[in-house]
T-cell receptor, first 114, second 112 residues
Framework: GAGVSQSPSNKVTEKGKDVELRCDPI?????LYWYRQSLGQGLEFLIYFQGNSAPDKSGLPSDRFSAERTGGSVSTLTIQRTQQEDSAVYLC????????????FGQGTRLTVV | GENVEQHPSTLSVQEGDSAVIKCTYS??????FPWYKQELGKGPQLIID?????GEKKDQRIAVTLNKTAKHFSLHITETQPEDSAVYFC???????????FGTGTRLKVLA
């Protein structure tokens, strides 16, 4: 595709339910990132993929958060047993090889936990 | 650890005036500095970037300057327009690493 695509664009879920957020990076981009942005705040790093492996998961806030990437392309961020504090915009970005090259962001998934 | 400080956090300017946003980075090995613009309800979009082998880069009304000695880089927007109103993020990155270290963002308001 032309850019990074994320789905859904909006998700409202009940506290305690699991959610899956999807990211389709730009074709050929080996590096993929997930960030979280709370209302009016900056970009909080969650996880980095190079190909299908995740060398850096240090930003995942708890063990309720996990992510995978298959075929070096699509990535899924899963949040189990959602809490209200998980409400935020989840942004995905991809770049050709990683740092030092342009990173392109998707439009984000706005998650609301009620 | 690596850090990027960004100032100011909010900035209001009159339409037609210039706006300047400043960032300071801590890792002297950083050599790639992108700037992103985030409009309401959208993801950040790259607007300009600079590498450490140049001191200034310009693209129409926006320019970025880099002072490697002081570890400062700045975004300059001239002849501001209402559509420039957004949140701007600076970032720093280093060859051979994967990380982008982002600043905390500047909310720019251009008053008509």
């Amino acid at each position: 595709g032309a850019g990074v695509s994320q789905s859904p664009s909006n998700k409202v879920t009940e506290k305690g339910k699991d959610v899956e957020l999807r990211c389709d990076p730009i074709s050929g981009h080996t590096a993929l990132y997930w960030y979280r942005q709370s209302l009016g705040q900056g970009l909080e790093f969650l996880i980095y993929f190079q190909g299908n492996s995740a060398p850096d998961k240090s930003g995942l806030p708890s063990d309720r958060f996990s992510a995978e990437r298959t075929g070096g392309s699509v990535s899924t961020l899963t949040i189990q047993r959602t809490q209200q504090e998980d409400s935020a915009v989840y942004l995905c970005a991809s770049s050709l090889t990683g740092g030092n090259t342009e990173a392109f962001f998707g439009q984000g998934t706005r998650l609301t936990v009620v | 650890g690596e850090n990027v400080e960004q100032h100011p956090s909010t900035l209001s300017v009159q339409e037609g005036d210039s706006a300047v946003i400043k960032c300071t980075y801590s890792d002297s090995a950083s050599n790639y500095f992108p700037w992103y613009k985030q409009e309401l309800g959208k993801g950040p979009q790259l607007i300009i970037d600079i590498r450490s082998n140049v001191g200034e880069k310009k693209d129409q009304r926006i320019a970025v300057t880099l002072n490697k000695t002081a570890k400062h880089f700045s975004l300059h927007i001239t002849e501001t327009q209402p559509e420039d109103s957004a949140v701007y993020f600076c970032a720093a990155s280093t060859s051979g690493t994967y990380k982008y270290i982002f600043g905390t963002g500047t909310r720019l308001k251009v008053l008509a």
